[in-house]
C-alpha cells in the first residue's frame, strides 16, 4: 500500500477530483481520500498563499492506494500540468501500512 500525497492548485481541484473518481470507477475500487483546504506555500509556481501579494491557495489530498494504482494518479498529474500550465500539481508517494483493517 501506497500514500499518496498531493498537492493543487484551487483552480484545478475539481478536474483533479474529476480524473480521480473516473479512474476509481474503472478499476472498480472506492474512491477515498483525505481533502485539506487552504494549504499554503511555494513550490515550482508562484506561491499560494492566500494574502493580497499572492491570494491563490493550494488543496491537499492524502489518498491511500494499492501501489498498482500509483501509476494512474500519476498519469492524472501529467495531464493536468500538460492541459493547466502555470498551476501548481506535486504529487509525493511512500510507503504505507494500515494498523487497523476494520477486523475485531
Not at 484545478?12 to 473518481?21: A, G, T
Not at 475500487?29 to 494574502?51: E, F, H, S
Request: aromatic residues 10%.
Amino acid at each position: 500500500m501506497k500514500r499518496v500525497e498531493i498537492f493543487i492548485s484551487q483552480a484545478i481541484e475539481s478536474d483533479f477530483l474529476q480524473m480521480y473518481e473516473r479512474e476509481c470507477r474503472r478499476a472498480n475500487i472506492k474512491c477515498k481520500y483525505t481533502k485539506m483546504d487552504n494549504v499554503k506555500g511555494a513550490g515550482n509556481t508562484d506561491p499560494r498563499l492566500g494574502d493580497s501579494i499572492w491570494p491563490q491557495l493550494n488543496v491537499m489530498f492524502i489518498l491511500f492506494v494499492e501501489d498498482s494504482f500509483v501509476e494512474r494518479i500519476a498519469q492524472i498529474l501529467k495531464i493536468l500540468h500538460r492541459n493547466f500550465i502555470g498551476e501548481g500539481a506535486a504529487a509525493f508517494v511512500t510507503d504505507a501500512q494500515e494498523i487497523l483493517d476494520g477486523e475485531d
